[in-house]
């Protein structure tokens, strides 16, 4: 059984409990952070923590912890479940919603705690550095029809949910999505890179998709590898006519994709570039 944190509180996940008038429940009503750890190292952790803070920021919720407070409930939430998760590859969610209210009305109000929660889970192991042993993914294209605040990590993630359930009825891995404009922003859960000629190309980012840490993390280590990165927009037909594609993520790092719609991307294998790639991130992302 997995420990959980909850308000202040370490008790095991199945006893972790809020109200029903919670503004997490009654709206999505708060920002979350998914951390990834390998053997007690957290991932991005100070990404990770500015993103939180830009996120509740933007909402209106007063942030309960500094960053050093944050990085104690991790450490311990991630020590108190190594039993329970003994390969040392462990997820931390933490959720902010905005607390308890005793009437269910639209507007913030004024003078409750937040509601502050953490629990611990098992996440896959660092992508391989071998492409005979990458697992590639097969994606889905969708237009994007989520809201146009998507740079805001909130928990409302309706529009998400039913972008990656189209991926699941399709039987791919994930949803890959475009804008009014037929331009990539990103996929329900990652961020999208592409590969031209050995060129490396991501979605600039706006209000239209995620900052994402592992991004973030990814950038920096391909151009200390020598690689080049440009963040500049793209199109559907040139995301189909790439030479690879990757998507990124928290628990995915940097994942290569062979098909998007049924189409073969280059040859329909892992890539070369790729491979430097994921080199390249795991050299740097304990240094981020």
């Keep these: 059984m997995t420990i959980a944190f909850l308000n202040g509180e370490f008790l095991p996940l199945s006893e972790a409990k809020i109200s029903p008038m919670d503004r997490g429940f009654l709206f999505g009503d708060g920002i979350y952070e998914v951390i990834p750890t390998y053997n007690g190292s957290p991932v991005g952790f100070n990404g990770h923590m500015s993103r939180l803070s830009n996120g509740l920021n933007a909402v209106e919720i007063t942030n309960p912890f500094d960053a050093p407070m944050w990085n ?87 529009g998400n949910v039913m972008h990656f359930q189209a991926g699941v009825d399709a039987g791919v891995n994930e949803t890959i999505l475009f804008n009014n404009d037929g331009m990539i922003t990103e996929a329900s859960s990652c961020n999208v890179f592409i590969v031209k000629e050995g060129a490396i190309l991501t979605s600039p980012l706006n209000h239209e998709l995620l900052p994402g840490v592992t991004r973030a993390i990814a950038i920096e280590a391909f151009k200390q590898a020598g690689l080049v990165v440009t963040e500049a927009w793209f199109s559907k037909d ?25 189409k073969p991307i280059g040859d329909g294998k892992v890539g070369d570039v790729w491979l430097k790639a994921i080199h390249a991130y795991h050299a740097h992302k304990f240094n981020a």
Excluded: M
Aim: one cysteine or more; aromatic letters at 8%.
């Design 72 to 158: 104690d409930i991790l450490s311990q939430l991630v020590e108190k479940n190594r039993q329970a998760i003994p390969s040392g590859n462990i997820g931390v969610y933490f959720h902010v919603s905005r607390g308890t209210d005793v009437k269910r009305f639209h507007a913030y109000p004024k003078d409750i705690a937040p509601t502050v929660f953490g629990f611990a889970f098992e996440i896959a192991p660092p992508q391989p550095t071998d492409k005979s042993q990458a697992k590639p993914l097969k994606v889905a294209l969708q237009q994007d029809k989520r809201w146009q605040r998507c740079h805001i990590k909130s928990t409302s993630l309706l």
């Design 238 to 262: 040139e995301l189909l006519n790439a030479d690879e594609v990757w998507l990124t993520s928290s628990s995915k790092e940097v994942a290569p994709v062979i098909e998007v719609d049924g």
